[in-house]
């Protein structure tokens, strides 16, 4: 038979018990950067899919002032949204500098987390 080794049993998730405050910072700053990736990523799709239905919107209104001001609606919106979102993400940046943390650089911390 042979004998099987795992290792030490940890906590799950990004905190581990007697750990230095360093890797606990280390597992927040990947939180808030993989949500920010996530954010981003949806609101861009999200950003698309309600910009071209407004387009669509526009194209099959046939005329009618009151479906193309709709569609006009929706596609500005839709820019106002994604405006919206590049500065939040500025803000974000600005921030992480300030404090030097290096929120929006996942591949990074990938690099650091992970060795091949």
Partial sequence: MTDL??????APGGYQPGSDLASSTGAVERLISNTLIVLTAVSGIAFILYFVLGGLSWITAGGD???????KSMMTNGAIGLIIIVVSYAIVWIVGTALGVDILEPGKLIQETITF
């Fill in 5 to 10: 080794n795992f290792g030490p049993i940890v």
């Fill in 65 to 71: 002032k009151g479906k193309v001001d709709k569609a």
